[in-house]
């Protein structure tokens, strides 16, 4: 695969299905999870502008900070915490459209208003989640869900 990215499309389901097959050939020839979590980073980041997207790692009872593109953030997140640990805790994806009506949610940044959290799975075991946060409210949907559902599975 080339190391550029060209993603067309009108709406934001036609960026996801023009998108997934470039990440799935980035993904299929490297094996390093870190390199591909800092790859996927980029590329959503490219393709859609989001204000932060990230990765948190599971090192025992804690999430720490991985491969992420975005203001600076919080290093450690515990197990059941914010949204982050609370979507590691329930192995599920959790759609916040106003981060203030999120009991518990860790702001690392104040600009932050809507914020999506999918679960990587391994061995029906989350080993990270993949989190996005936006600066404008409400600006995640079940289309987002289910293609970075996908690209979480890549991942995994
Ligand atoms: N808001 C997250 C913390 C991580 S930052 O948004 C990058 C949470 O509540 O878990």
Redesign the pocket.
């Known amino acids: 695969m080339s190391e550029s990215l060209i993603v067309k499309g009108d709406s934001k389901k036609e960026l996801y299905e023009n998108l997934l097959p470039q990440i799935e050939a980035l993904v299929e020839c490297e094996a390093d999870v870190i390199a591909n979590m800092a790859n996927v980073s980029a590329c959503l980041k490219d393709t859609f502008n989001f204000w932060?997207v990230?990765f948190y790692r599971v090192f025992e009872d804690t999430l720490i900070l991985g491969p992420f593109q975005g203001p600076l953030?919080?290093t450690r997140?515990r197990k059941g915490k914010?949204?982050?640990?609370t979507a590691w805790q329930e192995a599920k994806t959790i759609l916040v459209p106003d981060v203030d009506a999120f009991p518990g949610?860790?702001?690392?940044s104040s600009l932050?208003k809507s914020?999506i959290v999918v679960p990587i799975i391994n061995k029906g075991m989350v080993t990270a989640v993949l989190?996005i946060?936006s600066e404008k409210a409400d600006n995640f949907d079940e289309t987002d869900r289910i293609y970075l559902e996908k690209i979480a599975s890549l991942i995994a």
């Open positions: 932060w990230g953030a919080c997140i914010g949204v982050c640990g949610h860790i702001a690392c932050t914020e989190d946060d």
